[in-house]
Each structure stands twice: as structure tokens, then as C-alpha cells.
């Protein structure tokens, strides 16, 4: 008996998964100077954030597991980032001007060279504004443990690059003239 509890511990930590799960967002001081500097009164509101498609993510870190984010959903997750980014700069009321991003791919590589490689199509009420894409490098680590707790922990300033790109894009400009 002793012998099959044995193997049967040996086979659960073998064969169990990790749980990595990113950080909550926080807006970038950054983003606020930008857009402080283009002194408007242009109000935006977001209405959705969507995947392309089930193959647009690309989660999983290593054979550890899928590198998870606080509170559900990537799209959720994406919303509040960009709600959050113009909340903090003053550009945020509900009801007004619609942002919607559709994003075509959130991948995470942990092997080296690691980065997050995020692609999405913004939209105001509804019609094409731009595509923007990043490539955020970051440190990993020879242990499955390591490389995927880094990738967590880049989540944030992943998204955080992605969405300077795209608030420091001449379309965004546009929109707020």
C-alpha cells in the first residue's frame, strides 16, 4: 500500500501544473505626461476589448502552465488597463467617444530571447484607427519556474508598452484634436 501512495505522489507532482498569474494593472505615469502635454478636452470612453480568434493567445509558458490574469478574462484585463490609462489622464467619460480594440495576438515566448509579442486594431465608435503591435523583451530563466514567473510578472509593462504606442500614435493624436 505504502508503495502505491509512493507512486501515485510521485505521478501527481510529475504531471500537476503551475499557476502563473500576472499582476493588476497600473496606468503609466508616462501616458499621463504625454497626454497632459496635448492639452484637450476630447472625452473617450472603451466599449469592448475582443480576441480574434481562440488562436490569437498564446499562453502557455514552457509545460508549466498558462500564464494567468487577475480577475478572468485577457479582454477584461486589456478594458480595465485602457479605462484605467484614460481615467488617469482625464480623457475618460462614459458615454462619449468609443474605443474598442480587437486584439489579433497575445503570445508569450519564455524561451530565449523571451518577450510578450501583443497585435490589435484600435477603433473609434466603430471605425478603423490603427494597428499597433509590440514586441517586449524580458529577462527568463533556465528553470520552467523562473522563466514563467518572469513572464507574469511582464504582463503589466507589456501592456503598458503596447498602449504608449498606441496613445503616443498620431491617430490617437488625431482623435483628440
Avoid at 111 to 118: F, H, Q
Amino acid at each position: 500500500m505504502k508503495k502505491i501512495s509512493t507512486i501515485f505522489c510521485t505521478i501527481f507532482l510529475l504531471t500537476s501544473c503551475e499557476s502563473f498569474t500576472a499582476t493588476r494593472y497600473v496606468a503609466s505615469n508616462q501616458t499621463k505626461y504625454y497626454i497632459d502635454n496635448l492639452k484637450t478636452n476630447t472625452k473617450l470612453s472603451v466599449s469592448s476589448v475582443s480576441i480574434a480568434s481562440k488562436e490569437s493567445l498564446s499562453l502557455q509558458c514552457r509545460m508549466a502552465g498558462p500564464i494567468q490574469v487577475p480577475g478572468g478574462s485577457y479582454e477584461d484585463y486589456f478594458k480595465n488597463a485602457l479605462i484605467e490609462e484614460l481615467q488617469q489622464s482625464g480623457l475618460y467619460k462614459p458615454e462619449s467617444n468609443k474605443i474598442s480594440l480587437v486584439l489579433d495576438n497575445v503570445i508569450v515566448k519564455s524561451i530565449t530571447p523571451a518577450s510578450w509579442d501583443i497585435t490589435g486594431k484600435f477603433f473609434i465608435n466603430d471605425q478603423p484607427i490603427t494597428s499597433i503591435s509590440t514586441n517586449f523583451p524580458y529577462k527568463t530563466s533556465y528553470s520552467a519556474m523562473g522563466a514563467c514567473n518572469n513572464a507574469a510578472d511582464n504582463l503589466p509593462y507589456a501592456v503598458e508598452d503596447f498602449y504608449s504606442k498606441f496613445i503616443t500614435s498620431n491617430e490617437f493624436k488625431n482623435i483628440l484634436k
